[in-house]
């Protein structure tokens, strides 16, 4: 039997993947509510929003463990490892803003609708964090993916 011990780097891969997948479904889950106008529709994709929003805090404070044994590897991108860093950081800053505004949002309009347009904003905030995420993920695809980045650069 091999013994796989599990560490920082396979937790961090294991759950940004959770992000990147749900960030394509949840915007998708907002356009069908503005379609069907149903309460449950939105309700799902806010709490994916929340869902995914406390997700990435794990993530985050894992990727400073899970970069020590990447970077050591020679053939890693380190520009991309650095890169996936800085904007990992803003996509956590903008993936707290969209859990609060979803809470925000659920607390607003759970008995009424009178603040429908909070459905708006999200819908809006959350194609900026679909691009904040895509970002991200395009980078640290690049860490170990060196034929899609540019050594030169």
């Known amino acids: 039997m091999i013994n796989f011990p599990i560490n920082a780097v396979h937790i961090h891969l294991l759950l940004n993947h959770f992000p990147v997948v749900l960030s394509v479904i949840w915007p998708v889950i907002l356009v069908v509510w ?29 990727w400073g463990q899970a970069a020590w044994p990447v970077s050591a590897v020679s ?10 860093y800085k904007v990992a950081t803003y996509t956590f800053y903008v993936l707290l803003v969209l859990w609060f505004l979803s809470i925000l949002t659920i607390y607003l309009n759970w ?16 194609i900026l964090v679909l691009w904040w995420v895509s970002l991200t993920w395009y980078y640290g695809w690049a860490i170990r993916h060196t034929e899609i980045y540019d050594q030169a650069n």
């Open 34 to 62: 503005l379609f069907l106008n149903k309460k449950e529709v939105i309700n799902t994709s806010l709490f994916i929003f929340i869902f995914v929003s406390l997700l990435s805090i794990p993530i985050y404070f894992s």
């Open 75 to 84: 053939w890693v991108n380190l520009q991309a490892l650095v890169m996936h």
């Open 111 to 126: 008995n009424n609708n009178k603040f429908k347009f909070f459905y708006y904003i999200v819908l809006i905030f959350s």
